[in-house]
């Protein structure tokens, strides 16, 4: 099984061709999805093969049953949330224990369907699950000038390169881009770090500065201003110094 998963990835990335991904031990879920949806879909009997073909993935949709012979599909949930933050994650299950179910939306997935599946089902809570990943997606995308900050994947992007931040720099530069130039507070700043966590000085200190050599990496015009008395702000370089 895992020679013709192994082949039908190669296959697909090839033609570049729009496909689902399910995780389940019944090969006659995925040719349901299959039908239903009337996309290639690609199935896995085995959490570990999945997690080994990650890279070479790059499916449209992911359905997975959280009860396979040898393993929990629990478990892959946040290694797939981790991979793709906003490609649907739909399991599916016969179990009718809500603490499962629950614990499986906890870690990641967005939606769930009781087996024996419908096709109906299927069609109209995919297609909603598509829709709502979109706007998360738009939301996660904001930028000033020259810079675009990818609050998801924290990554900050400028004219010469794109560069990976630490989620507390990705929280710290939002909120300098959120401001759109205007000052923003110490405080601001550390609540939008490490909410209510309390730090020194020194750690948002440190964190301006890893922000500021970010910036100089990717050859954006912008840099963060000391405003003393006042706080921080984003402003274009002085080119005539």
Not at 12 to 28: F, G, I, K, M, R
Not at 91 to 115: H, R, W, Y
Request: with cysteine; glycine share 4%; hydrophobic share 40%.
């Amino acid at each position: 099984m895992m020679n013709r998963a192994l082949h039908a990835v190669k296959a697909l990335a090839v033609q570049e061709v729009s496909y689902v991904l399910t995780l389940d031990d019944d090969p006659l879920v995925a040719k349901l999805i299959e039908k239903t949806l009337a996309l290639p879909t690609l199935n896995f009997e085995n959490p570990n093969d999945l997690v080994s073909k990650l890279p070479s993935l790059n499916p449209r949709a992911i359905f997975l049953d959280i009860h396979l012979p040898e393993s929990s599909g629990l478990s892959l949930i946040p290694i797939l949330r981790e991979h793709w933050p906003f490609i649907p994650l739909i399991v599916i299950t016969a179990d009718k224990n809500e603490a499962k179910i629950s614990e499986a939306l906890a870690l990641g997935a967005d939606d769930f369907i009781q087996k024996p599946l419908k096709a109906s089902e299927i069609k109209a809570r995919l297609q909603k699950r598509w829709q709502d990943n979109q706007e998360k997606q738009s939301q996660s995308i904001v930028g000033l000038e020259d810079i675009t900050l990818d609050t998801a994947h924290n990554l900050v992007k400028g004219p010469s390169s794109t560069r990976n931040l630490s989620p507390t720099e990705a929280n710290l530069l939002a909120r300098l881009i959120q401001a759109k130039g205007t000052s923003v507070s110490r405080s601001s700043l550390k609540f939008s770090c490490w909410q209510n966590i309390n730090v020194t000085e020194n750690a948002l200190d440190r964190k301006i500065y890893e922000t500021r050599k970010a910036l100089s990496d990717i050859g954006s015009q912008l840099e963060i201003e000391t405003i003393y008395g006042e706080g921080f702000r984003l402003k274009s370089k002085d080119l005539t110094k």
